[in-house]
């Protein structure tokens, strides 16, 4: 018996690099998945069903996810959600950010998508200014969300 691979797309927004770092950091850590990369304007909507789950990363901005990635979570009301997962990150600037828009982002999916099932806990990623570079030591994290959210993906049975 042969084990269908299970397909993975993380979606983005990134104002000036440090969400795009963020991304390839975690789907380094991805294994024994199919990952696809993929910048928000680069996304078509119609084919987000093909993915088992569904990774979204906004920069926080005001307080929150980008009008582009909340527009996004509101596109995808249309998926059937059965079978399906997501999970989610942020980068921020400023203790009083850690957090914010990962929370938004999935408040957002649970009213829109409520059958998406959430697989990890949301990632928060300290940036050390507007334009970067990220904290140190915050891409190790990135790397194991990466490899936590995969291998729980992997552990979960096919629909």
């Not at 042969?2 to 993380?10: G, H």
């Not at 795009?20 to 024994?32: D, L, N, P, S, W």
């Not at 696809?36 to 920069?59: H, Q």
């Not at 996004?72 to 203790?95: C, E, M, Q, W």
Request: hydrophobic share 40%; aromatic share 6%.
């Amino acid at each position: 018996m042969t084990s269908m691979t299970r397909k993975v797309i993380i979606v983005y927004e990134s104002l000036y690099g440090n969400t795009r770092i963020v991304a390839e950091t975690i789907i380094g850590g991805m294994q024994g998945v199919e990952a696809v990369l993929k910048e928000l304007r680069e996304v078509d909507i119609n084919r987000m069903a093909e993915y088992d789950l569904i990774v979204i990363g906004s920069p926080n901005h005001y307080g929150g996810p980008t009008k582009g990635i909340r527009d996004f979570i509101d596109r995808l009301k249309s998926l059937n959600p059965d079978g399906k997962y997501f999970a989610v990150f942020d980068t921020y600037l400023g203790k009083g950010f850690h957090e914010k828009a990962v929370k938004r982002m999935e408040k957002r999916i649970s009213e829109t998508l409520p059958g998406l099932r959430k697989i990890a806990p949301a990632l928060s990623i300290a940036v050390q200014g507007s334009k970067g570079p990220i904290a140190e030591a915050e891409l190790p994290r990135c790397k194991e969300f990466g490899k936590t959210i995969a291998a729980e993906l992997a552990s979960k049975a096919a629909p």
